[in-house]
C-alpha cells in the first residue's frame, strides 16, 4: 500500500470517530478531503500512463549493465524526471545507475529511450 493509500485510510479511520455525532463538520471536511485525494491521485495515475504512451511512444528501455547505449539519449529517474544525457553504472545510486550532461546530473534513472525526434 502506498503511502498516500496509508494517508486517506488514516484520515477515513479518523473522520469515522466522528460520524457518530448527529452532525458534524470535521468527519463532513475529513471525508471529502479523502475522496478529493483518491479521485485527484487516480487521474494523475491515468493521465501520467496516457502521456507516456502517447509522448515517448511507450520505447522505454529499463537500465541494465549490459544493455547502456553509449550516445546521448532521453534519461528517466526513478521520480519520472527527465534529461538528455549519457547513462553511467554509479554505485551510489540506488537504482545502481545515473545520467549527466554538460549541465545536469541525474541519479536513481531507472530507464531510457531514444532522442524523440523534433
Do not use: H
Not at 511512444?57 to 539519449?73: F, H, S, T, Y
Not at 528517466?76 to 538528455?84: S, T
Not at 549519457?86 to 545520467?99: L, N
Not at 549541465?103 to 525526434?117: I, S
Amino acid at each position: 500500500m502506498s503511502m498516500l493509500s496509508e494517508q486517506v485510510k488514516e484520515m477515513r479511520e479518523i473522520a469515522k470517530t466522528f460520524s457518530e455525532w448527529e452532525y458534524n463538520r470535521f468527519y463532513d471536511v475529513i471525508s471529502n478531503a479523502a475522496d478529493t485525494i483518491e479521485a485527484l491521485s487516480a487521474k494523475l495515475a491515468e493521465e501520467n500512463m496516457e502521456r507516456s504512451d502517447r509522448y515517448y511512444g511507450g520505447g522505454w528501455i529499463a537500465c541494465d549493465k549490459d544493455n547502456l547505449p553509449d550516445k546521448e539519449v532521453l534519461c528517466c529517474d526513478k521520480y519520472g524526471e527527465m534529461i538528455l544525457g549519457y547513462i553511467a553504472e554509479d554505485e551510489g545510486s540506488e537504482t545502481g545507475f545515473c545520467a549527466e550532461n554538460d549541465n545536469e546530473y541525474m541519479y536513481d534513472c531507472v530507464k531510457w529511450m531514444e532522442k524523440p525526434k523534433p
